[in-house]
């Protein structure tokens, strides 16, 4: 008999064990069904509570007043109470203000309530966690905002002989369309400067107040860098508005291509800059032991 044939056999090496905590992906791509289970928790997250029953009552307001104004007004005249709750109430005030509350506890709301673990120990990449969550809370308020822009349409001009059902609808479905991309972008800035500063409730009324209510009125090129110029731009070229009433000349403002284009840059790089601090950051939360 050989030496070698003689030889014991080596017991196997086991292989180390994987941490509890540590996500498995064999292809290193996020596993789709956990992006699901993410978007799942923030949007259940973000659709319940006081603060979701809160805004539920705010974006009602519009609808709720043109209604009353509706009701009680002799003089009354449609295309003044959509100018001032449609195209001033709702964009200028309830769309900012719903995606600074909301953004601002995207990840400080799983921290304090010590659920970001379960969010962490799950196959997907920290950046993947944070891009589902500012998605998954563009949806939910979006689907607010869709309701509030048909509901306020609604009570304005509903029952009036001068337009159909099919064209409230249409309005409507561009008024959503514009407020859906306005908050994608308040979003990803609040939801950035959430991760930056803990004091992002009061640095975001203060961007509210200066640059969308203030700098988006003053006709210089100042207004270039606010939300709302771009889309009271898309709102004109799409609508039958007066471009008088914001003081903008469509011959020199933006293409709608360019429009989009720009509030879609500016909410990617956003987003992109908050999934890479949120990547890079460490964060109180619970451990497997419970600590």
């Not at 290193?28 to 979701?52: E, N, W």
């Not at 005249?77 to 001032?84: H, Y």
């Not at 972008?185 to 009061?202: D, K, N, P, Q, W």
Request: with cysteine; glycine share 6%.
């Amino acid at each position: 008999m050989s030496r070698d044939a003689a030889a014991p056999l080596s017991p196997a090496v086991p292989a180390p064990a994987r941490p509890w905590h540590e996500p498995v992906s064999a292809s290193g791509r996020p596993s789709l069904s956990a992006l699901a289970t993410v978007l799942a928790i923030t949007a259940a997250r973000q659709a319940r509570g006081k603060r979701a029953l809160g805004f539920i009552l705010l974006f009602a307001a519009p609808a709720v007043i043109a209604l009353l104004v509706r009701r009680y007004d002799p003089t009354y005249d449609p295309t003044v109470q959509e100018k001032v709750l449609v195209f001033g109430l709702i964009p200028q005030a309830i769309i900012p203000l719903t995606a600074l509350l909301f953004a601002s506890g995207l990840v400080r709301d799983d921290v304090e309530e010590q659920t970001l673990t379960y969010l962490l120990i799950r196959p997907v990449p920290r950046w993947a966690i944070y891009l589902v969550k500012a998605l998954g809370t563009t949806l939910v308020t979006s689907i607010f905002a869709t309701a509030a822009a048909t509901a306020a349409l609604a009570a304005i001009h509903g029952g009036l002989a001068e337009h159909d059902w099919g064209w409230l609808l249409t309005r409507a479905g561009v008024v959503s369309g514009l407020s859906s991309l306005a908050l994608l972008v308040y979003i990803a800035v609040f939801g950035c400067l959430g991760l930056i500063t803990r004091r992002s409730l009061a640095v975001g009324v203060g961007y509210i107040l200066v640059f969308e209510g203030f700098l988006a009125n003053v006709p210089f090129m100042v207004r270039y860098a606010t939300v709302m110029f771009y889309n009271r731009v898309l709102a004109l070229r799409w609508l039958d508005l007066n471009p008088g009433d914001w003081q903008i000349d469509l011959n020199d403002a933006p293409s709608a291509a360019s429009c989009m284009e720009v509030q879609l840059a500016a909410a990617a790089i956003f987003i992109a800059l908050g999934a890479w601090i949120f990547s890079s950051r460490e964060f109180r939360v619970k451990t497997a032991e419970g600590s």
